[in-house]
């Protein structure tokens, strides 16, 4: 059973930074691209940031560049997302995602954490 598990969010004053980490299990993990989408309260789920199987290739959406970065450990089996900067129209519901396809976008998941709420206040 694929299992991938986020870790790391909660509440942060504008400006400031937390990193969120994503466990999984179940899958060969070197195999997969490794990305992280957001959803805000009433809006769609979309995409923030991913990165290539190896990691050596990442994209990521304009309203984050300069500020998210994202990172992967394939020994233990987890991806990171380090927030800076962070803003209040970051707040939002993060999910972990692994899928085939690269660059990632919402058809192209095959798998999707539970979330991790991030709170951002002004």
């Known amino acids: 059973q694929v299992q991938l598990v986020e870790s790391g969010g909660g509440l942060v004053q504008a400006g400031g930074s937390l990193r969120l980490s994503c466990a999984a299990s179940g899958l060969t993990f070197r195999y997969y691209n490794m990305g992280w989408f957001r959803q805000a309260a009433g809006k769609e789920r979309e995409f923030v940031i991913a990165?290539?199987?190896?990691?050596?290739?990442?994209h990521y959406a304009d309203s984050v560049k300069g500020r998210f970065t994202i990172s992967r450990d394939n020994a233990k089996n987890t991806v990171y997302l380090q927030m800076n900067s962070l803003k209040p129209e970051d707040t939002a519901v993060y999910y972990c995602?692994?899928?085939?396809?690269?660059?990632?976008?919402?058809?192209?998941?095959?798998?999707w954490g539970k979330g991790t709420l991030v709170t951002v206040s002004s």
């Open positions: 995602a692994a899928g085939p396809i690269y660059p990632m976008a919402l058809n192209g998941v095959e798998y």
């Open positions: 990165a290539c199987w190896s990691g050596y290739s990442t």
